[in-house]
């Protein structure tokens, strides 16, 4: 099985750290970046699965960080955590195209829950896209991913409220 490669974006070292230790296995590369600056840098210059990223930070905001990083053409998945969860917070981090949203503080368990609910979408975004580059695409196996996708979606956010 292929390691998920995972990007955490947070100023604040200590939670940064400790995120990682609690996230990292046998599956999972974790990489960090203090600011949304570094992280640039870093997703540049290597393949990320998903990106986990603070809001409010030094130098370059979470915000800032993603939309230079959709203008680049990088479409890493992101998820946008904040102490500071306001519904302009929100609706700003869903335009910018952030797959969810986590208010601190961050409990494993729910973090862990919205990594392996991001993957599964993603998974299924990637199989649809596959099966409509087919040469023959098949129209039914299309309409059952993007069945299962949607179940997917609507399940996780029925979660959330």
Same mark, same amino acid.
């Given at each position: 099985?292929?390691?998920?490669?995972?990007?955490?974006?947070?100023?604040?070292?200590?939670?940064?750290?400790?995120?990682?230790?609690?996230?990292?296995?046998?599956?999972?590369?974790?990489?960090?970046?203090?600011?949304?600056?570094?992280?640039?840098?870093?997703?540049?210059?290597?393949?990320? *699965? +998903?990106?986990?990223?603070? $809001?409010?930070?030094? =130098?370059?905001?979470?915000?800032?960080?993603?939309?230079?990083?959709? %203008? #680049?053409?990088?479409?890493?998945?992101?998820?946008?955590?904040?102490?500071?969860?306001?519904?302009?917070?929100?609706?700003?981090?869903?335009?910018?195209?952030?797959?969810?949203?986590?208010?601190?503080?961050?409990?494993? *368990? +729910?973090?862990?829950?919205? $990594?392996?609910?991001? =993957?599964?979408?993603?998974?299924?975004?990637?199989?649809?896209?596959? %099966? #409509?580059?087919?040469?023959?695409?098949?129209?039914?196996?299309?309409?059952?991913?993007?069945?299962?996708?949607?179940?997917?979606?609507?399940?996780?956010?029925?979660?959330?409220?």
């Amino acid at each position: 099985m292929k390691k998920n490669h995972i990007l955490i974006v947070e100023d604040e070292i200590d939670l940064a750290d400790s995120l990682k230790q609690l996230l990292v296995d046998n599956l999972s590369e974790i990489d960090i970046a203090l600011n949304g600056q570094d992280a640039l840098a870093l997703v540049e210059k290597k393949y990320y *699965d +998903l990106v986990i990223s603070d $809001i409010l930070m030094p =130098f370059m905001s979470g915000h800032e960080f993603v939309r230079s990083m959709r %203008l #680049k053409g990088i479409q890493t998945p992101v998820i946008f955590m904040t102490g500071n969860g306001t519904k302009d917070l929100v609706q700003s981090a869903i335009k910018l195209g952030a797959v969810d949203f986590i208010d601190k503080p961050v409990t494993i *368990d +729910l973090l862990k829950e919205v $990594i392996a609910s991001t =993957f599964e979408i993603e998974q299924h975004k990637k199989n649809i896209l596959d %099966l #409509k580059r087919d040469s023959i695409p098949d129209q039914e196996l299309i309409r059952n991913e993007e069945m299962a996708l949607g179940i997917k979606l609507v399940s996780r956010d029925k979660k959330r409220n």
